[in-house]
């Protein structure tokens, strides 16, 4: 009898710390999930989204496209970049994957777009400014 309840006690002991594992797995799962979810709207609300009409016809580059824009104005412009592309516009310089819902054959002079920087975008000192494709998250039609 011994040798049994020797034998039974630890595995008992094994399923019940299964089962209680199991459990912690499933509620940090939904604390992770939602953790992520507030993560990315707060990530979503430091990023920049402007819009500008395309001054001239899109320019391609092998996979590059480089965008000639004008009339710039915020929408969202948490760190004031605004007054850097107001006057003399932006070039951005963009990989194909990264325009959403318009073909870059649409991309034509006086086209109004609207695109997303990431936080802290990087931007070239010259006239227009510059963003390179990994400051930007996306381009869309307006």
């Known amino acids: 009898m011994k040798k049994l309840t020797g034998l039974f006690l630890p595995i008992a002991c094994l399923l019940v710390l299964s089962a209680c594992s199991s459990g912690q797995a499933k509620t940090t799962d939904s ?3 939602e953790t ?3 993560k990315q709207v707060e990530k979503n609300e430091e990023q ?3 819009t500008g009409t395309l001054s001239e016809d899109v320019q ?3 996979e590059t496209l480089r965008l000639s824009l004008k009339e710039i104005e915020a929408i969202h412009d948490p760190e004031n970049i ?3 592309m107001k006057n003399d516009g932006v070039i951005l310089n963009a990989k194909e994957d990264l325009v959403k819902d ?3 054959e649409e ?3 006086g086209v109004k777009v609207k695109f997303t920087l990431k936080k ?3 931007m070239t000192m010259s006239l227009p400014p510059q963003i390179p494709g990994n400051s930007i998250v996306s381009i869309e039609k307006a």
């Open 31 to 33: 604390s992770t999930k």
């Open 36 to 38: 992520t979810e507030v």
């Open 48 to 50: 920049a989204i402007f």
């Open 60 to 62: 391609v580059d092998g």
């Open 82 to 84: 605004l007054k850097s």
């Open 102 to 104: 318009v073909k870059k």
């Open 107 to 109: 991309l034509k002079s």
């Open 120 to 122: 802290m975008a990087i």
